[in-house]
């Protein structure tokens, strides 16, 4: 077909028309909505570099749950900030630390919610790296029985799912083990299995409090040139036993997400992150963009590109504009 007769602008002309030819549709319910807990009372420390989020108290964060709940947000993911931090990143396993905490808290006041929890170490480890450190450098295997015994404290305060991000090899079939061995087989797994070295993950680093001290973290985090190496990733953890595997950071890894999706026919999550909104945050403060727009343009380009569910600190806003 071809121009005269065919001639695309016909479907754009009215709103109406555009809607019923529109091909990927954005809903509330593929959002999931980072939360940072934190200890003490009391507290609601904003984010300077992610506006409109805040480091809670335990105290604080079921009334933010409840809030994301009656915005149709399905489903929240906690990051932790503990109070003491050491070598080995001990906090992580602590029964009691803010995210267990939080986990018991959140299930009180909204059951519905899903509670997900982030399984790592760098926010409990002194030095800021996900594991342990040997000769160096993060230490593989001395690391995957941190994170089981953190994923099944997890478990056990009733978390929903769990989604390691620690990017150490062998950690989903640990976790799933783990866990299994535990009774809690029916928990399911989202790993972080393509998940890059990248500069995009700033804002978050001071949100939750976790910078490494020394070095990068590119012995463990993948290189931004990979695509063929991601799918390899993603193999090993659906072998491991993830029930979704999931893309980090999003935008600028649309393609990424594309051949997840193609390849594995697998519930795929694209987390978009800090830099990702603190971005978009900061030039509409400035007047450059219209950040509405802006907002809701990325995160149907994530959906577009093949991902089920899109972790956004934009949740909570997208959700409003999808409700008017
Ligand atoms: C922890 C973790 C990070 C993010 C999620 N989990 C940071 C990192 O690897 O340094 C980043 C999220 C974001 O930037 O929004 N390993």
Known sequence: ?????????????????????????????????????????????????MPGHFQFSVDNIAGEAEEA??????????FGIPERKDDIGSGAIDPNGPVQQAIKAIKDSAPELLVITDVCMCEYTSHGHCGIIVNNDVDNDSTLELLRNAALTHAEAGADMVAPSDMMDGRVAAIRSMLDENGFSRVPIMSYSAKYAS??????REAAES?????????????????????????????????????????????????????????????SVSGEFSMIKAAAERGWLDGERAMMESLVSIKRAGADMILTYFAKEAAMVLQK
């Open 211 to 271: 910078t490494p001290q020394f070095g990068d973290r590119r012995s463990y985090q993948m290189d931004p040139s990979n695509a063929e190496e991601a799918l390899r990733e993603v193999m090993l953890d659906i072998n491991e036993g993830a029930d979704i595997v999931m893309v980090k950071p999003a935008l600028p890894y649309l393609d990424v997400i594309r051949r997840i999706k193609d390849r594995t026919g697998y519930p795929v999550a694209a987390y």
């Open 199 to 204: 500069a995009f993950y700033g804002p978050f």
């Open 69 to 78: 709940r009656s915005l149709g947000i399905p489903a929240v993911i906690l």
């Open 1 to 49: 077909m071809e121009f005269p007769s065919y001639r695309p602008r016909r479907l754009r002309k009215t709103e109406t028309m555009r809607k019923m030819a529109r091909e990927t549709e954005l809903s509330t319910d593929d959002f999931i909505l980072p939360l940072f807990v934190t200890y003490g009372k009391g507290v609601k420390k904003p984010i300077k570099s």
